[in-house]
């Protein structure tokens, strides 16, 4: 009845069980908290290019060019015993005649728990282009960029959170001139 195997099952078992407890606990002591923190982003120069899209057909599309980007946020509230990581990225969100709602992700960098919490980075290129699958970027007075993050933790939910702050661009309604590059 009491063999040895069925002492060590009853000992892992037990193990198992406590572990999940603290798991549980460790989830429930940061579940409340908002994640939240203040966004002041930048915008430098931005140009509004007509050029050949070579990833699906040979249509023109818009691309628009949004040079030197400024990007400051402090995460240190954010960051807690639970985090490990926060995984950043700056969208630009806009309406066109085609789609009500547009989402393009321009740039992304992962926070560790060891790296600076202060991001203040004065001048950044986008990482990604920004198309439009028609020609809605041309004019565009409501191009909205928000800085977003999803909380990496040790223990619970994966929270997608918004910053609080964003910045609107007007693009311009004229193309610019395109030297065979994008």
């Known amino acids: 009845m009491n063999t040895v195997l069925g002492r060590l099952n009853a000992a892992f078992a037990y193990t198992l069980t406590v572990m999940a407890v603290l798991t549980f606990m460790c989830f429930l002591s940061t579940y409340y908290n908002d994640d939240l923190a203040d966004v002041n982003i930048k915008v430098g120069s931005v140009q509004v290019k007509n050029v050949a899209d070579f990833t699906t057909t040979r249509e023109r599309k818009d691309l628009a060019i949004i ?14 015993w639970n985090v490990k990581e926060i995984f950043l990225y700056l ?14 992700v321009l740039w992304d960098k992962i926070v560790m728990r060891e790296d600076a919490q202060r991001i203040d980075i004065p001048s950044v ?3 990604y282009y ?7 970027l041309i004019g565009n007075e409501n191009v909205t960029l928000t800085l977003s993050w999803n909380v990496i933790p040790n223990a619970g939910r994966l929270p997608r959170v918004q910053g609080l702050g964003s910045t609107t661009v007007k693009l311009p309604s ?9």
Do not use: C, M, W
């Open 125 to 127: 290129d986008p990482e």
């Open 91 to 104: 969208t630009a969100e806009y309406s066109s005649d085609v789609n009500a709602l547009n989402q393009v």
């Open 174 to 182: 004229t193309y610019a001139h395109s030297s065979g590059r994008i």
């Open 130 to 136: 920004f198309f439009d699958d028609s020609k809605g």
């Open 67 to 80: 040079n030197n980007l400024g990007v400051k946020v402090d995460l240190s509230q954010v960051f807690n």
